[in-house]
């Protein structure tokens, strides 16, 4: 393995410091000088089943950073996180880590290994483990062997969502059942031209990812979430069934975003958000996000945004209010027609 980092031994995990320098290994320094040294055994980490997994990042040598995730009885949540020497054709010198952390208050663990998988670089997706020690499947965890998955959540055979009269739900059905508006329609087009322009891939319009981009922009619209000054367009209110948040412009409430489309729908991937709010035009609304470093790299796959492939896509606009989503998962539901007039 590379010098420095993190080694194996034993029975027991043990953390080391790296000597590595530049940005991406200074990325990696910051997640080891977190972690405590602990006392993990082998059959403890292979309670660890699902893998949050990141782009690979160079750090004296090529290395695959994963991690792992599993919810303890006493409510803490115990981390695995494994390094792979990308040149060798099997596993034997995986270097292992773990440590445990407190959530934020009101975090799933789904949303804590998606934060700390950010801290570490630009996340690839949520996968099976390779060895087979079981998975994660359902939104981050395990379910029960009663219980069944429905939209990355555990439900037993004979539970069922109760709505309440005095707090109705303000999302529509998981199931998939929208349209797009001529305003939507156009923004949609100019996307796709603006890639085309780039030499980039179309991206499929998705039911899910509409679903989630039209709920947003009626809460934008309706309840003004980002109304705080620390609040940007990407936040969304209480007042509906989904976790609130301010989304502040430092991205410490990323995965409020990321998790929105398996929160509102069955889509099981991360989604990415593109806002904007003033006047419904097109043209406008891609001028801005085009002369705007962080949405044009989105759009276009640029900076960090270069080794993703946008799978789907989504759109909402209404009232002034403007937002594309894109997604690495395709979504197997039928694109949603222009609404009928």
Known sequence: MAEGGMVWEGDNVIVVQS??????GAMVDRV??????AEVSTEELNRTSGYLRTEPIRVNDTL?????????????????????????????????????ETPRRG???????????????????????PRLMGSFECGGRRCAEDETCQGNVCQAPDQEAVASAEEPDRTPSRRT???????????????????????????????????VAQTHVRDLADEA?????????????????WSPCCYTDDHANASCMWEKPSELTDYTGTGY???????????????????????????ANRGQWTNFTWRAMGVGVVDGFAV??????????????????
């Open 64 to 100: 695959n950073v994963r991690l792992n995730v599993v919810a303890t009885d006493s409510g803490r949540v115990e981390i695995a996180g494994e390094m792979v020497d990308l040149r060798q054709s099997d596993f034997d010198d995986w270097t292992r880590v773990a440590w445990n």
């Open 32 to 37: 080891v000088r977190t972690l405590k040294v």
């Open 273 to 299: 958000e593109i806002a904007y709010s003033g006047p419904p035009d097109a043209e406008r609304i891609m001028e801005q996000w085009q002369a705007s470093l962080g949405h044009d790299a989105v759009m």
């Open 19 to 24: 000597d590595s320098t530049g940005s991406t």
């Open 107 to 129: 975090a799933g663990v789904w949303a804590f290994m998606t934060e700390v998988g950010q801290s570490i670089g630009s996340v690839a997706g949520y996968e099976r483990d």
């Open 177 to 211: 059942r929208v349209c797009v508006s001529g305003d939507e329609q156009a923004l949609i087009e100019s996307v796709r031209s603006y890639r085309t322009s780039e030499n980039l891939p179309e991206v499929p319009l998705s039911g899910a990812l509409t679903k």
């Open 225 to 241: 979430p980002h109304e705080d000054s620390q609040c940007n367009l990407h936040s969304w209110s209480d007042e509906g069934s």
């Open 324 to 341: 594309i989503w894109f997604g690495r998962e395709e979504d197997p539901s039928e694109a949603p027609p222009l609404c009928s007039r």
